[in-house]
């Protein structure tokens, strides 16, 4: 896994991800024997999106692991505000630092700059295409958690059509055995053709579209929530009227198996009442904790310290 990048979650085989989440559940076991592995390493951080989770997850991780960061959250305070090109910024960063975690709002931009790295490039999300670290930390949720990544009936709801985070989650999951998808969202919000085709029935994975929480619940041993995704509208109308599609509810809970977990990407508008967040089975702050532990261990891996 040494020096690869991460632009996919398909990147990495089945047996690698297995290697990073054993090391994932070794460092949350033991964080001192790893304080001190990314001693003398630089981290670059540059998100030309907002983030709070991943970019906070990602630096303090490598604070964790003993190195350093640098970057912007704010790409105008950076010379891409001159017109810097990415390639050129990115040729740059690989000088300065020992691997890089980029957000971009453009679909390709990660792939785009893994072709002019030197260094690691770790995709943080790119536009409405996917976000490989947030399923890592989704699986690693899912195995610590469920105790296992097979036999799942997983019910996704929302925003599927611009949510990157389903797209990265459904592609990831079709690998596992007996994997079965509810896809939970408004007509206008379903899944990508691309996902429909390309993942779903090419890897004959049993899925079925509704568009009612209540419909399915009672079903499913996960239910991954998402918010829907205004910045990707094009239209403000449209989002209006599509924002408030799902609240998932004390109410819509009783209908839930008493084992089922909740989880979320995060951030959550409304899509998931706050008074939800006291049933033991919500499990989307505990999912970011396990984002820090993942991306500690992939970075490690990546770097070839661990
Ligand atoms: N889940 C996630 O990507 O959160 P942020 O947008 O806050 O990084």
Not at 18 to 43: M, R, T, W
Not at 248 to 263: G, P, R, V, Y
Request: proline share 4%.
């Amino acid at each position: 896994m040494k020096n690869k990048h991460l632009i996919n979650p398909m990147d990495f085989t089945i047996e690698e991800l297995d290697e990073i989440f054993e090391l994932a559940h070794q460092i949350i076991s033991n964080p001192q024997e790893y304080s001190h592995v990314c001693e003398g390493k630089i981290l670059a951080t540059l998100f030309y999106e907002p983030s709070t989770r991943t970019r906070f997850s990602f630096e303090a991780a490598m604070m964790r692991l003993g190195g350093k960061i640098l970057g912007f959250s704010e790409p105008n305070s950076s010379s891409a505000a001159k017109g810097e090109t990415l390639a050129d910024t990115i040729k740059m960063v690989s000088i300065y630092s020992d691997i890089i975690a980029m957000r971009h709002p453009k679909e390709g931009a990660a792939k785009v700059a893994s072709m002019y790295s030197s260094v690691p490039v770790i995709n943080a999300g790119d536009g409405g295409h996917q976000h490989p670290t947030q399923t890592l930390t989704d699986l690693l949720t899912i195995k610590s958690l469920k105790g296992r990544l097979d036999n799942h009936v997983i019910g996704i709801c929302g925003d599927l059509r611009y949510g990157r985070t389903v797209q990265s989650l459904i592609t990831a999951m079709s690998r596992y055995e007996n994997i079965k998808f509810l896809l939970i969202s408004p007509k206008e919000l379903g899944v990508p053709q691309y996902i429909r085709e390309e993942v779903l029935n090419k890897n004959n994975i049993e899925f079925r579209e509704v568009e009612k929480i209540e419909d399915v619940i009672e079903e499913l041993d996960i239910l991954y929530m998402t918010r829907i995704q205004k910045e990707r509208f094009f239209n403000e109308d449209e989002y209006m009227r599509l924002k408030d599609s799902y609240i998932l509810d004390t109410e819509k809970m009783k209908l839930a198996k008493e084992d089922m977990i909740i989880m979320h990407p995060l951030p959550r508008v409304n899509e998931i009442d706050v008074e939800v967040d006291k049933d033991e089975r919500a499990a989307y702050f505990k999912q970011a904790e396990f984002g820090m532990y993942v991306r500690m261990a992939l970075m490690a891996k990546l770097l070839g310290v661990a």
